[in-house]
């Protein structure tokens, strides 16, 4: 009961495929603050209820058994009260016991990290300007999405949360974009959400997608159109906006989106996501990550490049170039962070490791140093 109502703070209890609230409570969800405040509120109640009520101490009584079934059982225990809402109530003097006879593996010696699978720099304006081109037509949402993940360091399912109205000319350069992708459930709802009468409707994003489409946020998907969303270090409340190094990146985005946006206006949608389905069926539909995978091993392959995550020749090898362009820009380590939207400052370091070559020019620049120190120079 208590597991079913802490889903349901989130997800509200309207079934999105027949619109039918079976429970007749019709909960809209919750931004996860209001969500996880609750929860907490109620664990601290539970929490209380455990050491101040003599029924608690009943919930879970110790059943005799042999020393091979109360391995089993303990075994069992442990796992079942990292599972359960209630699992703080249980005596930790079984699971104590329990950790005791835990069998250990032996470390493993420690490597190096591999090669970083940074997408090749050199080759990046080729890709922008040859591999998304087939003959007289360019892919400029592909352009788009790839810019995203190469001039401002996305992860690649994040640039699929974005809205048209996420995307404005930048104050302080109109000829560059002012990107800020929101988090698909709790940022507030576009401006442009009116209700019969034209009036503003406020309300989160995951409010908006069900009253208005009927659908849920990308991340709650189940299907094909789903979207991850891994979370970080927000700017405001709650989005990541697009930090082009270098700023031709931004004003390069601008020219593809505006080309992007003709395309656009010629589909019809059912959903607010801004790239969608344009020559294929069904049209307008929401465009997916596995098909700009798709699209973007097929740009690196008309330039000659093999497709590979070692290579950095994947999506995701556009983040670590990002990362790593930073890097050997002397860029402050928090803001590579902020950049990067990682919530810990440790989580660069897979995104700023040297590569080979770097580790050798160290090497070559540190001799040279020391044959300069020399006293016999």
Not at 70 to 75: D, F, H, L, P, T
Not at 191 to 200: C, E, G, M, N, Q
Not at 337 to 362: G, K, V
């Amino acid at each position: 009961m208590f597991a079913n109502f802490a889903k349901r703070l989130y997800s509200g209890t309207l079934d999105e495929t027949t619109g039918v609230d079976t429970s007749g409570l019709y909960w809209r969800p919750r931004r996860s603050a209001d969500a996880s405040g609750i929860i907490t509120d109620l664990t601290l109640f539970l929490d209380w209820v455990g050491q101040n009520s003599r029924v608690a101490a009943g919930l879970n009584p110790l059943v005799p058994a042999s020393g091979v079934e109360r391995r089993w059982n303990e075994a069992a225990r442990c796992y079942r009260r990292e599972r359960a809402l209630l699992g703080h109530l249980w005596s930790a003097k079984d699971d104590e016991r329990a950790q005791t006879r835990r069998v250990r593996p032996k470390p493993s010696p420690a490597t190096r990290p591999s090669e970083p699978p940074a997408f090749p720099e050199h080759r990046f304006a080729d890709l922008i300007s040859h591999g998304f081109r087939v003959g007289d037509r360019i892919d400029h949402r592909g352009i788009c999405i790839t810019l995203l993940l190469h001039g401002a360091g996305f992860r690649a399912s994040e640039p699929f949360h974005l809205y048209v109205e996420d995307v404005v000319p930048d104050p302080k350069d109109p000829t560059s974009a002012l990107v800020r992708i929101h988090h698909p459930s709790d940022s507030p709802a576009p401006v442009s959400w009116t209700d019969a009468l034209k009036r503003p409707k406020r309300g989160t994003r995951a409010v908006y997608l069900l009253e208005r489409y009927g659908l849920k946020p990308r991340d709650k998907l189940t299907t094909s159109a789903k979207a991850g969303w891994k979370g970080g270090w927000c700017d405001a409340p709650y989005f990541m906006e697009a930090r082009w190094f270098e700023p031709a990146y931004g004003r390069r985005f601008m020219e593809h989106w505006l080309q992007y946006l003709q395309q656009l206006a010629q589909v019809e949608r059912n959903h607010p996501f801004a790239f969608a389905n344009l020559g294929r069926e069904p049209r307008g539909e929401m465009y997916k990550l596995g098909q700009f995978n798709d699209a973007h091993a097929d740009a690196c392959r008309r330039i000659g490049l093999t497709v590979s995550k070692a290579a950095g020749t994947t999506p995701h090898g556009h983040r670590h170039s990002y990362g790593r362009r930073l890097k050997r820009a002397k860029v402050d380590e928090f803001f590579i962070q902020m950049f990067l939207h990682h919530c810990s400052p440790d989580s660069q370091i897979p995104y700023t490791q040297p590569n080979s070559e770097e580790i050798s020019e160290a090497l070559r620049e540190g001799a040279a140093r020391l044959v300069l120190k020399s006293p016999e120079s």
